[in-house]
C-alpha cells in the first residue's frame, strides 16, 4: 500500500490547477510545434471527430431519456437512434485516432506522409461517415446489432483503411531513420489487421450462431484489438514527446504490451460465444484469455506512471497529460477490471444482456479511445494557427465534467446492473417489472449524461468559435 500511496502523490500535482509549474495558455500552445508538413492532415480528421462528439452527446442524451420515459415521442425511434449512436461512438473516435497517426509517424520515421493520398482517404470516410448516418436515421439497416450500416458503406470503410495502410507504408519504407522502431511495427501490424478484421462485418451467415460468431470478430478483435495495437503506438509516442522520456524506457514494456494485445484480444473473444450455440470448450478458452486482457491494461498503467516518475512530473502540456491520465484511468476500470469480472461464465450467465454489459460498454469505449482523442485534440490542435487560442481553462472544465458524468453515469448502470441481474437471473421477475424498477438508476444515468454532454458541448463550442469567429494569423 506504502507504494500505491507514492504513486497516489505523485501524480495529485498533475489534478491541481494551482500547480505552481502551470504554463499560461499563450505558453502552452508555443511549446510543440508542427516540424512537418504532413502532420498538419491530423488538424481536419480531429476536428470533424470533435464535431462529431459534439453531435452524438445530443443523441445520447436524447436517447436516455427513453429509458426513463419509454411512450415519449421522438423524431428517430430508438432502434434507429441506438444504431446511429453505436456507429457515432466508434466511428468519430477512429477519425481521431488516424488523426494522431497522421502527426506522429513523420516524427518516428522523420519523413512526411503522402499528404494527397491523406486527403483523399478523409473525404472519402467523410463522404461515407455521413451516408452511413443518414442512411441509419431513415431506417436503412441490415438489422445486425453493432453492424447495422450497408454493405456498400462497409466497402467504402476497408477502402478508406487500406488507402490509409498504404500511406503510412509508403512512410514507413522512405523513412529516414535507419532504425526500425517498435512502434513503428506496432503501428503498421495494428492498421494491417485493422482491415483483415473488418472484412467479418461485410459477411452474413443463415445460421444465428455462425453470424454472431464472426459478428463478434469485427465488435471485440477490430475495436477492442487491433485498434489497441495502433492506440498503444500512439500513447507511446505522445509520452516520449511530452516527457522526453528515454525510448528505451517506453519501448521496454511496449513490446510486453503488444503481445499480450495480440494473444489476450484474439482468443479472449471467446467470451463473447459463452450462450450462442458455440462448443462448450469457448467457456474455458473465454474465461482464461478474456480475464488476462486486464494485464495489457496493467503494463500500459504502469508505463504511464514510470514515465511520469522518471521525468519528475515535467511535461510540456498539463492538460494533455490529464486528458492521457483519463484514459488509463477508465481503460483500467471499464476494460480492465469491469472486463475481468464480467468474463467468468459464472456471473456472466447472470450480467449478460444486463444494464452491466452497456456499463462496460461505455466507460470502455469512450475510456479507450473517447479520452485518447481529447488528448491527442489538445495537444496537437493549439499547434495550429486557427486554433491556438483553443482555451485551457475550458479544457479543465470539460476535463472534470467529463470525469464526473462519466463517473455518475457509471455508478448508476453498476447498481442498475447488479439489480437487475438479481431480480432478472436469480429471482426470476419479468423483464418490464424489472425494468420498471430501475428507473431511478436511469434516471441517475441521465443526469450523469447531461454532465458529460456539458463538457462535450464546452469543447465544441470553443473548437467552432475558435474556427468560426477568431482570426488566423497567416
Same mark, same amino acid.
Request: aromatic residues 16%; charged residues 15%.
Given at each position: 500500500m506504502g ?7 505523485? %501524480?495529485v500535482?498533475?489534478w491541481?490547477t ?12 508555443? =511549446? ?16 470533424a471527430? %470533435?464535431?462529431?462528439?459534439t ?15 419509454? @411512450? ?5 425511434p430508438?432502434n ?8 457515432? /461512438?466508434?466511428?468519430?473516435p ?17 519523413? @512526411?506522409?503522402?499528404?494527397?493520398i491523406?486527403?483523399?482517404?478523409? +473525404?472519402?470516410t ?5 451516408l =452511413?448516418?443518414?442512411?441509419? /436515421? ?6 445486425r446489432?453493432?453492424?447495422?450500416a ?15 495502410? =498504404? ?30 478484421? !473488418?472484412? $467479418? ?10 453470424d ?16 489497441e495495437?495502433?492506440i498503444? /503506438? ?9 516527457t #522526453? ?7 521496454r514494456? !511496449? ?9 489476450t ?7 463473447? !460465444?459463452?450462450?450462442?450455440? &458455440?462448443?462448450?470448450w469457448?467457456? *474455458?478458452i ?9 494485464? $495489457?491494461?496493467?503494463?500500459?498503467? !504502469? ?7 522518471r ?5 510540456t502540456?498539463d492538460?494533455?497529460?490529464? *486528458?492521457? +491520465? &483519463? ?14 469480472i ?10 449478460h ?9 461505455h ?14 485534440? *489538445?495537444?496537437?490542435?493549439?499547434? +495550429?494557427?486557427?486554433t ?16 464526473? #458524468? ?12 447488479v439489480?437487475?441481474? *438479481?431480480?432478472?437471473?436469480y ?16 434516471i ?13 458541448i %464546452?469543447?465544441?463550442?470553443?473548437? %467552432? ?5 477568431k482570426?488566423?494569423?497567416?
Amino acid at each position: 500500500m506504502g507504494r500505491f500511496f507514492d504513486i497516489v502523490k505523485q %501524480i495529485v500535482p498533475f489534478w491541481s490547477t494551482n500547480n505552481n509549474k502551470k504554463r499560461s495558455e499563450s505558453e502552452q500552445s508555443k =511549446i510543440k510545434t508542427i516540424e512537418y508538413e504532413s502532420q498538419r492532415v491530423s488538424f481536419k480528421f480531429l476536428i470533424a471527430a %470533435i464535431l462529431m462528439f459534439t453531435f452524438q452527446v445530443f443523441l445520447a442524451s436524447g436517447a436516455s431519456i427513453e429509458f426513463i420515459i419509454p @411512450d415519449l415521442p421522438a423524431p428517430i425511434p430508438f432502434n434507429s437512434g441506438r444504431a446511429f449512436h453505436i456507429n457515432l /461512438s466508434v466511428f468519430w473516435p477512429l477519425l481521431g485516432i488516424i488523426g494522431g497517426v497522421y502527426y506522429i509517424i513523420p516524427e518516428e520515421v522523420g519523413y @512526411d506522409t503522402n499528404i494527397k493520398i491523406a486527403n483523399i482517404q478523409f +473525404w472519402l470516410t467523410i463522404v461515407t461517415l455521413l451516408l =452511413i448516418y443518414g442512411s441509419l /436515421s431513415l431506417g436503412f439497416t441490415t438489422g445486425r446489432e453493432y453492424l447495422e450500416a450497408l454493405l456498400p458503406f462497409k466497402i467504402l470503410i476497408a477502402l478508406s483503411l487500406i488507402i490509409f495502410f =498504404i500511406n503510412i507504408l509508403l512512410t514507413l519504407l522512405k523513412r529516414k531513420i535507419t532504425e526500425w522502431h517498435p512502434t513503428m511495427i506496432g503501428l503498421v501490424v495494428g492498421v494491417f489487421f485493422s482491415i483483415i478484421m !473488418y472484412i $467479418p462485418s461485410m459477411l452474413t451467415y443463415k445460421n444465428i450462431a455462425m453470424d454472431e460468431f464472426f459478428k463478434f470478430w469485427t465488435v471485440h478483435i477490430w475495436v477492442e484489438s487491433t485498434l489497441e495495437l495502433i492506440i498503444a /503506438s500512439v500513447i507511446a509516442s505522445i509520452l516520449l514527446m511530452m516527457t #522526453g522520456v528515454e525510448r528505451k524506457t517506453v519501448e521496454r514494456w !511496449y513490446y510486453v504490451e503488444v503481445f499480450l494485445v495480440i494473444l489476450t484480444g484474439f482468443l479472449g473473444v471467446g467470451h463473447h !460465444y459463452f450462450w450462442i450455440g &458455440a462448443p462448450h470448450w469457448w467457456l *474455458y478458452i473465454g474465461m482464461i484469455f478474456g480475464a488476462l486482457q486486464i494485464v $495489457p491494461v496493467f503494463f500500459l498503467v !504502469y508505463t504511464a506512471f514510470k514515465s511520469v516518475k522518471r521525468q519528475n512530473m515535467k511535461t510540456t502540456n498539463d492538460l494533455t497529460f490529464k *486528458y492521457l +491520465w &483519463a484514459t488509463v484511468l477508465w481503460n483500467l476500470v471499464g476494460a480492465g477490471i469491469l472486463g475481468f469480472i464480467m468474463t467468468w461464465p459464472s456471473i456472466n450467465q447472470y450480467t449478460h444482456g444486463t444494464e452491466m454489459v452497456s456499463l462496460h460498454g461505455h466507460l470502455a469505449l469512450f475510456g479507450t479511445y473517447g479520452f485518447l482523442t481529447l488528448t491527442l485534440f *489538445y495537444f496537437i490542435l493549439p499547434q +495550429w494557427q486557427r486554433t491556438k487560442n483553443l482555451s485551457m481553462k475550458k479544457g479543465n472544465i470539460a476535463f472534470w465534467l467529463l470525469n464526473s #458524468g462519466l463517473a455518475l453515469m457509471g455508478i448508476s448502470l453498476f447498481v442498475a446492473g447488479v439489480i437487475q441481474s *438479481y431480480l432478472l437471473r436469480y429471482v426470476g421477475i419479468e423483464f418490464t417489472k424489472v425494468r420498471e424498477l430501475l428507473v431511478p438508476y436511469m434516471i441517475g444515468r441521465t443526469l450523469g449524461g447531461l454532465i458529460f454532454a456539458g463538457g462535450a458541448i %464546452i469543447i465544441g463550442w470553443d473548437l %467552432i468559435s475558435n474556427l468560426l469567429f477568431k482570426k488566423s494569423i497567416p
